[in-house]
């Protein structure tokens, strides 16, 4: 049944694109522009800049259970706000008392914790309960709002740190405003599913509604299971830990391109300026991977757009290897940035298809803790590899080796038989 009433989950979905926007997809890559003014400002050396990353990454994966298992207990919105506020603290501390390798690590730690709260568990988490025949829409539309993080944010950090001048301090400004902006979203606006609100997902009004819309819809041709899993089913299941392979793929090369990427590239003679429009252009890449390979996902299992994205980052890394003037950098972010982007939305929207919206906290914190305890490791082995060799290009090889192989595994994903609909 259709109503003109514009069913509140499209709100709610851009308003967590919002909250994705100011957390995870600002961190990292406005973190990585003011990288070098830092690390020159309170004296660390490259590995110690470095380690800040992987340590970031290393929170996302083994904070990400736990942010799940919170999420189940108390709520997504709750957590927002409790991220928000670690946001707030962590931005004053770098604003004002980070001065040595110790403190730098310990409030990038907390930070890192703060942003998966206030983006993208808790927005994994959200977005899916509200929606279910158009739930790969309603992530595409979340994801690519934002997207405009990893476009944007690169940007907005050269500006606050005056470019050349390298007033990195500065950049943690916008954090500590988004922190606060998060709270209050959260606290006002922000509802966990769409029961809380008297609705069903989709915008139903009522159990007699929603089974008549079923009735008369055509059946999908992408696998929705109407069997909800338990979290024990879920973790048990092949297919829950091929696809969380899968899609470590593209953070394997996330993390490559917030760490050694564009210290390679500075190699080639790009200025601060051209590096960050660099990084830039992968944040354009990941908007539009985020909207074509989410829009197609509701006709597409999923599943398989995994596996594409992850062959669209192994074709971008060896462009980047190959890199012999000032446009291959941009080619090389862009059609990884295009599949890792895709990734994105793909994930949540997978493991709901698969297993349901009751575990979905929690199998999305779990995949999370894949996805970070082991692409955390790319950061270091890539410098590893730099200094070993004495160039960063075979850093490029290896990740590309890696992600084809989280392809390769993704293959063979399937619908648990336990949960196929009967």
């Keep these: 049944m259709k109503t003109g009433k514009l069913f509140y989950g499209w709100i709610l979905a851009v308003i967590l694109g919002v909250c994705y926007f100011m957390a995870n997809g600002s961190f990292l890559t406005a973190a990585a522009i003011g990288g070098g003014f830092m690390q020159a400002d309170i004296g660390l050396t490259g590995a110690e800049l470095g380690m800040g990353t992987t340590i970031a990454i290393w929170v996302y994966g083994f904070g990400s259970p736990v942010i799940g298992f919170l999420i189940a207990k108390i709520g997504a919105r709750y957590m927002q706000v409790i991220g928000g506020a670690l946001m707030v603290l962590c931005s004053a501390a770098l604003i004002f008392f980070v001065n040595d390798y110790i403190s730098y690590i310990v409030t990038f730690a907390v930070m890192a914790f703060a942003v998966m709260a206030v983006g993208e568990i808790s927005v994994d988490t959200i977005v899916p309960s509200w929606f279910h025949r158009q739930r790969g829409r309603a992530m595409t539309l979340t994801m ?231 692409s955390g490791f790319i950061a270091t082995i890539g410098f590893a590899i730099g200094d070993a060799t004495g160039s960063l290009v075979n850093a490029f090889y290896v990740t590309a080796v890696i992600v084809g192989v989280c392809a390769l595994l993704g293959m063979f994903a399937r619908p648990p038989k336990n949960q196929r609909n009967k």
Excluded at 158 to 175: C, K, Q, S, T
Excluded at 252 to 273: H, K, M, R
Excluded at 336 to 351: D, H, I, K, R, S
């Design 144 to 374: 690519v709002i934002g997207g405009l993080g990893a476009f944007v944010s690169p940007l907005i950090a050269n500006a606050l740190m005056g470019a050349e001048a390298g007033h990195w301090r500065n950049i943690w400004w916008f954090f500590l405003v988004a922190g606060v902006l998060a709270i209050i979203l959260a606290f006002t606006v922000i509802r966990n599913k769409p029961e809380d609100m008297g609705l069903l997902p989709d915008g139903g009004e009522s159990v007699k509604v929603e089974v008549e819309e079923k009735v008369e819809e055509k059946p999908s041709k992408v696998f929705k299971t109407s069997i909800p899993a338990t979290f024990a089913q879920t973790i048990k299941s092949p297919a829950f830990w091929l696809l969380s392979i899968c899609g470590l793929g593209g953070y394997c090369y996330y993390v490559a391109a917030v760490s050694f990427v564009p210290v390679y590239f500075q190699t080639l003679e790009l200025d601060q300026t051209m590096v960050a429009a660099a990084v830039s252009s992968m944040g354009l890449a990941m908007m539009a991977g985020k909207f074509l390979w989410g829009i197609i996902s509701d006709r597409f299992d999923p599943a398989r757009l995994l596996v594409l994205c992850n062959v669209f980052v192994v074709i971008g890394l060896l462009v980047g290897a190959f890199a012999s003037n000032a446009i291959m950098p941009y080619l090389s972010f862009i059609l990884a940035g295009f599949g890792y982007g895709g990734m994105m939305p793909l994930v949540p929207t997978v493991l709901a298809n698969y297993f349901g919206r009751d575990v979905l906290s929690r199998a999305v914190g779990i995949a999370q803790l894949v996805f970070g305890v082991l």
